[in-house]
């Protein structure tokens, strides 16, 4: 059952003497003890995060689903492309990034949870027609059948006008997998974009940008 941290009352003063670790401390530490599921040795760059959040509506209200977001740098960069409007559900996988994230990022809604489980906790927040799900999963980890699952979710939450963001380090492009994923994406998206390389992101990276969602499509992935 994911732990819907804005529920728990354990943010405020009483606790903010607690959070001293920085956020690069957290990171390292959890890529240490689970690399295959954090999936990167460092943060995403602030060029990165920016090249991601872009697909964040700058009018309105809209609602935000961001997966793996990991200690904030993408947060970050959510939010400041909200500036205070709409709403940004965070769903994350390790407690301790899931923890620091919600001290750290008091707007968004911090879930510990499996990115799979996204449907039902959306239906539990009463949430449909998400306008944009920025991605920071490391898709290269996660089983062919599972990022089906997690696709899926993606492409049933989102609304027909809605965006879908994720990122890839180039060094893996030419990899199967890689090319899988990017099959598995164009099955959930009538469109997916990528976009030029970000060479201030270590390790370099590109991201996708999908529209179109195809939400009653099954996705295929080859084997
Ligand atoms: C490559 S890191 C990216 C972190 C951050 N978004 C950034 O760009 O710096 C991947 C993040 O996804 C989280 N993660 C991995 N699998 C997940 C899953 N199935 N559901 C939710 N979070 C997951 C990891 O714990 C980690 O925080």
């Excluded at 060094?171 to 009538?190: C, E, K, V």
């Amino acid at each position: 059952m994911p732990v819907d941290y804005s529920q728990c009352g354990h943010r405020g003063s009483r606790h903010e003497s607690s959070v001293k670790t920085s956020s690069l401390a957290t990171f390292c530490s959890a890529a240490f003890r689970s690399p295959k599921t954090v999936g990167a040795v460092w943060p995403s760059s602030p060029r990165l995060a920016a090249r991601l959040a872009a697909v964040v509506p700058s009018v309105g209200d809209p609602t935000i689903v961001e997966l793996g977001p990991g200690t904030g740098a993408v947060s970050a960069a959510i939010e400041e492309r909200l500036q205070g409007r709409g709403r940004h559900i965070a769903l994350e996988s390790d407690p301790s990034m899931a923890h620091f994230l919600h001290r750290k990022n008091p707007r968004a809604k911090v879930h510990l949870a499996d990115a799979v489980d996204l449907g039902s906790i959306l239906a539990r927040e009463r949430l449909a027609d998400v306008d944009a799900v920025v991605s920071g999963l490391p898709w290269a980890l996660i089983s062919a059948d599972k990022q089906k699952r997690i696709l899926g979710q993606i492409a049933h939450s989102l609304a027909p006008s809605g965006v879908f963001t994720t990122f890839a380090y180039v060094h893996g492009l030419g990899l199967t997998a890689a090319r899988h994923f990017g099959q598995s994406l164009r099955s959930a998206f009538d469109e997916v974009l990528s976009t030029r390389t970000v060479w201030v992101n270590f390790p370099p990276a590109i991201t996708y940008v999908c529209r179109r969602p195809r939400r009653a499509a099954s996705i295929e992935i080859s084997a």
